[in-house]
């Protein structure tokens, strides 16, 4: 018997657990790869944000394992340009140099196979040094990417983003495939691997919708998919290898948690008891989730505050899968303080999750998980007769709708950082004319002004400064030594956000110092239109995000223009930049009052310039429609104004004053009409967009 290897770059599959595999039609982001701050722990002593970072996910990271994905993702911070082709971007960072070909034949050949997967990890956006295989094993640092590998050859499929950064980075022994069609791949496969060959992929980092994938693209050929027992490319990375998650895991404080652990558990519980099939276990895959449930954070992965860990929450245990050596005290005693009960966590090392699992479902049990985030190894250890399939599971939808406190926390924390934001665009207006400042010092910059912020714990992703034809680029961020100066003839695009003990932050602003042109000022103002028109939208409740996309399109549809990625994505208390299942996708859930989503629609102009406005929205129940951007201002006055001046910022505080002047409101009469036009029920829903900064920017 002969084994093959089917080899995915963390980034394809590690997003699918995530919480999207999609269908043809969505564009959805990967995770990312490379060196990154991780996030700081509370008491940890504040130090200055590491220069390099994981660069952000991008269009196409999925379709490897899908028959079609066209376009980038949805609230991406790497955003393509709109019409001709993109320049390759720099080289990321890879923890050691490739190994030759030799090296990983040799290698690969020493283990019972032929050849192996480069295999993905699956419980969280982004992914740690230790887990980035394919940019290991093949030079390749992209962030989209499938290898196979056999005992003859070795083969790398990436979309045109990365054409000629694989041309640079693979050397002669790997084939370069311009295209990330399954069926390319199951082409190549049929073709290299005989009748008879098993394709091996690692069971345990592959998606439950992955694994189906490439099992109908070899149905009938004589060729079947196998679950390897051993990842080889572990093997030959050896003690090379980073080393695995060490950091303390801890307890986040009451005030910054929306309710005690025991209650969400009993709340899960009760929806288990009022479920038709009355589940008895609810299976926790995703990093977020049991990070969300027991209040818990760690640095595991870059800026994200999660842990490695799984959870198993029967209707009378708790079984915590997680390294019990790495809790805090404090951890610990909160978990264990209702021994013996129903809410009493058992601790058990993260490895013995499979076996524990396997025991249980022995029993006379139904398990409910979201298949999103659940890896088909964990998913083929549960008979189908005892599973309970979803989606997303009752914790990630408990988690996308925030109660009342969290809403607050994450306005809090919005508050703090428009003051960074503000403080940073006055520096701007101070620096850039003088030509003091570059890309990459710029987004020093702000990372330093947040950390000065109170409850700041690092930021929330590598911040993405872009000055001119850099802003049109995808995945662009700048580097030290290689970035663009600031110049007051050039627009520039800043898309950056924060991690803070109270909420997650992400925001996107365009500026211009200059005159910009008539093309510039047309395509700003129609993304600012889009922008407001979704921000001030009313809905029928449970409306699908998919329906009401189109309202961020329509301004720039007018005149013939669009941006080739999605409208938004949901935000998380302290947890993920991009937190499904939120946003206006079609794998998204339905709107409901309480959840927070980005509005972030935009335009780019291939080799001249890009623009994105973006900002955090909160779905409410709707009242009346207001004479949305003068109150928008006057909001903004209120709520940052008062912050600005408690910490003795009285420049900044003058600048918010300048730059949110009220603009001229039409005639009684128009105003009266179009008031009466827009009023709906209270038992609609609108979107009502979270405090961030909205300088006059272009339009003066």
Request: charged share 15%; proline share 7%.
């Amino acid at each position: 018997m002969r084994i093959f290897g089917l080899c995915a770059d963390s980034a394809v599959c590690f997003y699918f657990g995530a919480g999207s595999i999609p269908n043809a039609q969505d564009n959805l982001p990967g995770p990312a790869v490379g060196r990154a701050p991780l996030i700081q722990h509370p008491s940890a002593p504040r130090t200055k944000v590491q220069e390099e970072g994981p660069v952000t996910q991008g269009p196409g990271e999925l379709s490897s394992l899908l028959p079609v994905l066209p376009g980038p993702p949805p609230g991406s911070h790497a955003v393509p340009a709109v019409g001709g082709s993109l320049a390759a971007p720099a080289p990321r960072p890879c923890h050691r140099p490739p190994p030759t070909a030799q090296d990983r034949h040799q290698g690969l050949l020493r283990g019972p196979t032929d050849a192996h997967m480069l295999h993905p990890w699956l419980q969280s956006e982004y992914i740690a040094r230790r887990d980035a295989r394919l940019c290991w094993i093949t030079g390749f640092t992209g962030s989209a990417g499938t290898a196979v590998v056999t005992q003859d050859k070795a083969a790398l499929w990436t979309d045109s983003r990365y054409w000629r950064q694989a041309e640079r980075q693979l050397d002669c022994n790997w084939e370069l495939q311009r295209t990330t069609w399954t069926e390319s791949i199951g082409l190549w496969i049929l073709r290299e691997v005989p009748a008879g060959g098993n394709i091996g992929l690692d069971p345990f980092l592959f998606s439950i919708g992955a694994w189906n994938s490439y099992s109908r693209v070899l149905q009938g050929s004589s060729r079947t998919l196998l679950p390897t027992q051993t990842n080889l490319v572990d093997q030959v990375w050896g003690d090379q290898r980073p080393p695995a998650a060490s950091g303390q895991i801890y307890s986040l404080p009451a005030a910054f948690t929306g309710s005690r652990w025991q209650e969400k558990v009993e709340g899960i519980r009760n929806q288990m008891e009022q479920h038709a099939r009355h589940p008895t276990a609810v299976l926790l895959a995703g990093l977020e989730e049991t990070a969300w449930l027991f209040n818990l954070r760690g640095d595991d992965i870059p800026y994200n505050p999660v842990f490695y860990s799984y959870t198993l929450l029967t209707n009378t245990t708790i079984s915590l899968f997680v390294e019990e050596w790495r809790l805090s005290p404090e951890a610990r005693q909160s978990l264990r303080a209702e021994c013996p009960g129903t809410l009493c966590v058992e601790l058990l090392s993260y490895g013995q999750a499979p076996a524990h699992l396997g025991f249980y479902v022995q029993g006379n049990v139904t398990v409910w998980l979201g298949t999103e985030y659940t890896t088909y190894g964990l998913y083929s250890i549960i008979p189908q007769e005892k599973l309970l399939e979803d989606s997303y599971s009752p914790v990630m939808l408990a988690k996308a709708v925030k109660n009342k406190k969290e809403q607050e926390l994450l306005r809090a924390a919005h508050v703090r950082d428009a003051v960074a934001v503000i403080q940073y665009l006055l520096w701007l207006e101070k620096v850039v004319p003088q030509g003091q400042v570059d890309e990459f010092s710029g987004a020093q910059h702000i990372d330093a002004l947040r950390q000065a912020q109170e409850h700041s714990c690092g930021p929330s992703f590598q911040s993405i400064s872009a000055s001119g034809l850099n802003a049109a680029l995808a995945h662009y961020s700048p580097s030290n030594g290689s970035s663009r100066m600031l110049s007051v003839d050039e627009m520039y695009l800043l898309d950056t956000g924060g991690q803070y003990l109270d909420g997650t932050t992400d925001i996107t602003r365009t500026v211009h110092w200059g005159v910009p042109t008539p093309l510039q000022k047309e395509a700003y103002t129609r993304v600012l239109m889009g922008n407001i028109n979704l921000a001030r939208l009313i809905f029928p409740p449970n409306t699908a995000g998919r329906a009401v996309e189109s309202f961020a399109r329509q301004a720039l549809w007018d005149v013939g223009l669009n941006y080739g990625h999605g409208t938004g994505h949901g935000i998380g208390n302290f947890l993920s930049v991009h937190e499904w299942p939120v946003g206006f996708q079609s794998s998204n859930v339905p709107l409901t009052a309480g959840m927070f989503t980005s509005i972030e629609p935009g335009y780019y102009r291939d080799g001249e310039f890009g623009i994105r406005i973006e900002d955090i929205a909160l779905v409410v129940e709707a009242q009346t429609k207001i004479r949305y951007l003068n109150s928008y201002y006057e909001t903004i006055r209120a709520r940052v104004g008062p912050e600005l001046l408690r910490q003795h910022l009285e420049e900044e505080h003058r600048w918010l004053q300048r730059s949110t002047q009220p603009f001229p409101l039409p005639n009684a009469a128009t105003a009266t009409t179009a008031t009466a036009a827009t009023t709906a029920a209270a038992t609609t829903l609108a979107i009502a967009t979270l405090l961030a900064v909205l300088p006059s920017g272009l339009l003066a």
